[in-house]
């Protein structure tokens, strides 16, 4: 008789002790889990979060600025080979009109993502920049825009961005080849994220949950990537499927499991900013909320202009485009008030 690898409940204790597990113990802990160790995870990534960050969920206003993008990412719904997607950017006073409603609004950070688009130069982002950290002195400056150079990601910093969010999307090499074209390397990847550490912004990962090829195996070295790589804030949703995109037949993540790696990231890394996304609102109704009560601490509610919400579909039938900012702003502060936390209007800095 065979007795199992390891036991659930001690995995669970070493995890909540000690912050960190092996290759081998992630992915046993992920491939066996059940209602009860999951519970049992859950429970302990409530109370560290509590210990950090008391009751408290960090607003981010997200305005999308450009649907363009360069770049040809099997999974990704603004990927250039998608001749469907209604192309658009917004212009600098569009976005400061998008701050300036934000910050009416309570926001204290901004993220400023869109695709790659090659129109968002230096020369344009800096003045912007600088515009956005004058106006509203008191705010965070997130950009999540992809892959730059260093020199590039250096200006950015010197301008005052802040925070600098790019999902590595997959920790195993193997796997990233086949969500991405060979134009995208891993190692690129690899090398921009310890890049903007080294520059001093406030650095976020992330990974899709269910993305095709992904495996217990992949999902541990993300795990394992996130613990030694130490980021400020880890990104997680759902891979939800594109109708124009070759990934379009694969099936969606889980709610379930999202949430059971949000429980095990808040385990890993106590203080991680971790959003409740719209990706796991979209695949279930109440997906944020469930986010939150699984260790999350952060939403990122819709601030870009309607008129150019649908055009941002990065998945099919993605949630709040059709919505007003002010709505969203509100509908999420009632979700999460619901549920026993409070959404605050501080610029919501990592707690180290
Ligand atoms: N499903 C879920 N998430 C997606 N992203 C891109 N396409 C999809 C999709 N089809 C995520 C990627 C990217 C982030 C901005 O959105 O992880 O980094
Ligand atoms: Fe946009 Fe609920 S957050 S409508």
Not at 283 to 303: F, H, S, T, Y
Request: charged fraction near 30%; aromatic fraction near 8%; include cysteine.
């Amino acid at each position: 008789m065979s007795s199992p690898l390891f036991d659930q409940k001690e995995l669970a204790d070493k995890l909540i002790n000690e912050h960190k597990l092996s290759l081998r113990e992630y992915a046993f802990l992920i491939e066996n889990r059940t209602q009860e160790s999951s519970e049992t995870l859950r429970e302990a990534a409530v109370k560290v979060r509590r210990q950090i960050y008391g009751d408290e969920v960090y607003l981010r206003g997200l305005i999308e600025i450009s649907s363009y993008c360069k770049n040809d990412c099997l999974y990704c719904g603004i990927r250039k080979s998608n001749r469907a997607a209604e192309r658009y950017r917004l212009s600098e006073e569009e976005i400061l009109s998008c701050c300036r409603e934000g910050y009416a609004l309570g926001y204290r950070t901004f993220v400023l993502q869109g695709g790659e688009d090659l129109w968002f130069t230096d020369e344009r982002l800096i003045p912007l920049i600088e515009e956005i950290k004058k106006e509203f002195p008191d705010c965070a400056v997130t950009l999540s825009l992809g892959e730059r150079s260093k020199a590039s990601y250096e200006a950015l910093f010197s301008a005052g961005a802040d925070r600098y969010l790019l999902r590595h999307e997959t920790a195993d090499k193997a796997h990233y080849e086949r969500l991405h074209p060979s134009s995208m390397s891993f190692e690129n990847r690899m090398r921009c994220l310890e890049e903007l550490k080294e520059i001093g912004y406030q650095v976020g990962c992330g990974f899709m949950v269910g993305s095709p090829y992904q495996t217990t195996e992949t999902l541990a070295e993300d795990l394992k990537f996130v613990e030694t790589f130490k980021p400020d804030m880890c990104g997680i949703g759902p891979f939800v499927p594109h109708r124009n995109t070759p990934f379009k037949d694969f099936p969606q993540g889980t709610a379930e499991l999202c949430c059971f790696l949000l429980s095990v990231l808040r385990l890993i890394s106590p203080s991680l900013l971790l959003p409740s996304t719209t990706a796991l609102g979209t695949i279930d109704p109440n997906g944020r909320e469930k986010g939150i009560l699984a260790g999350a601490n952060v939403v990122m509610p819709n601030l870009s202009p309607t008129e150019v919400r649908k055009k941002y579909e990065l998945y099919d039938n993605k949630i709040c485009t059709g919505e007003e900012s002010a709505q969203c702003r509100d509908c999420l502060e009632r979700r999460i008030r619901s549920i026993g936390y409070r959404v605050v209007t501080s610029r919501g800095d990592v707690k180290k």
